[in-house]
């Protein structure tokens, strides 16, 4: 079975700062897709970014970048520039691969309450 | 334009109604679930189907229903419903080659907040 840990249930950042917020997961396959969702007040699921374990390259998009460890099954989400719109709850998820689809089910993490102060 | 749709943003209900969450995508993908986010946020798959086939059905009690009448549809109905029901309910669409979007990545609605007195 897959699990993923984020390990912050809060972090806060001033606005302009950068921040990270972490995940962990474990897995015993080896292809597989790993996400990061934002969840604001609004409560709308937001896709952030996303990972392919087969690439090697760490994704971004805008200021958002992962730093995505295979070997340590780590998968952390960096946010530069931080904004006031940010402030949010972020969920790392997790995919695999089978076959070439994936109609499985997403696994996520217990969330990360980010606050973006002024 | 909405991409993934739901009906009612909000239920309140008292125990042992049954009631319907309804889920409406126009992104032309073939897959289609349903999630729960729990009082302390945490998400776990319920439901999924793939060309009104039910394909995941991840330990819910029999008190909830799934149905797809076509592709671009999946609702949610509950039986006699209980306090613990008592969550956000998630729908999400997963994109298919023809549809555009990775294959690979769910889409979600913006869920239904349901409410048991």
């Known amino acids: 079975a897959q699990t993923v840990t984020q390990s912050q249930p809060e972090m806060s950042v001033q606005e302009a700062e950068t921040v990270t917020l972490s995940c962990t997961y474990d897995?015993?396959?080896?292809?597989?897709?790993l996400f990061w969702y934002k969840q604001p007040p609004s409560r709308q699921m937001i896709l952030v970014i996303r990972?392919?374990?087969?690439?090697?390259q760490n994704a971004t998009e805008n200021r958002f970048s992962v730093n995505f460890q295979k070997a340590a099954k780590s998968f952390s989400l960096k946010i530069s520039d931080s904004q006031l719109g940010d402030t949010a709850m972020y969920f790392c998820?997790?995919?695999?691969?089978?076959?070439?689809?994936?109609?499985?089910?997403?696994?996520f993490g217990q969330g990360t309450i980010l606050t973006v102060h002024p | 334009d909405t991409a993934v749709s739901q009906t009612p943003k909000y239920l309140v209900t008292q125990m042992g109604n049954d009631k319907s969450i309804k889920c409406e995508q126009n992104l032309g993908h073939d897959t289609m679930y349903w999630y729960k986010q729990d009082s302390k946020k945490f998400l776990k798959i319920m439901f999924s189907?793939?060309?009104?086939?039910?394909?995941i059905n991840e330990t819910v009690p029999n008190r909830f229903s799934p149905k797809s009448p076509d592709k671009a549809h999946l609702n949610l109905h509950i039986n006699s419903l209980e306090l613990g029901d008592s969550a956000v309910y998630f729908c999400?669409?997963?994109?298919?080659?023809?549809?555009?979007?990775?294959?690979?990545?769910?889409?979600f609605g913006p869920g239904t907040r349901l409410t048991v007195l």
């Open positions: 998820a997790f995919i695999v691969n089978a076959g070439g689809t994936s109609y499985g089910k997403l696994t």
């Open positions: 999400a669409t997963r994109g298919g080659a023809r549809a555009g979007g990775f294959t690979d990545t769910q889409y």
């Open positions: 990972q392919e374990a087969y690439k090697q």
């Open positions: 897995t015993s396959e080896n292809n597989y897709y």
């Open positions: 189907y793939n060309n009104k086939e039910l394909i």
